[in-house]
């Protein structure tokens, strides 16, 4: 569908998605989509997927208890939330910006990725709520 699109003339700069489709096979299919021109900005679940931190394999609960022990969270006040952001190597798609975030009142670390390392975390924030938006619009028109 993205394929399509992009040969119709639409241009974006990001491709959003759910954790749903956060798969290594997707980020390495939009990536390749008009040489590597789009970005994307996606949830990511916590699961046994691998990812390169200072050498070493780790899952994302393994990385966000090394995050934590190293005590660099960020806060943003205008979202009022805690963060953590770190650059790591996923293999086969190349690096990537990992966000871990924890809303108010929210028990649970979220976590996102995006293929642009340059995103801080409020712009990404501002562009993955848009995806937002979509689905509620999607669910109206049904």
């Not at 299919?29 to 691998?50: E, L, N, P, T, Y």
Request: proline share 1%; net charge positive; aromatic share 14%.
């Amino acid at each position: 569908m993205i394929k399509r699109a992009v040969k119709h003339g639409i241009r974006v700069r990001y491709v959003l998605a759910d954790s749903w489709f956060s798969s290594k096979g997707f980020i390495q299919a939009v990536r390749q989509i008009r040489h590597q021109a789009m970005h994307v900005v996606c949830g990511v679940r916590k699961d046994k997927r691998k990812y390169e931190y200072r050498g070493v394999a780790v899952d994302a609960k393994t990385l966000l208890t090394q995050l934590q022990k190293a005590g660099k969270a960020s806060r943003c006040r205008k979202l009022n939330t805690r963060y953590f952001e770190v650059v790591v190597p996923y293999e086969g798609v190349g690096e990537v910006q990992w966000y871990f975030c924890r809303f108010p009142y929210a028990k649970e670390w979220r976590l996102f990725l995006s293929t642009d390392t340059a995103l801080s975390f409020v712009k990404m924030m501002e562009i993955y709520t848009v995806r937002w938006t979509i689905d509620v619009f999607f669910k109206g028109m049904k």
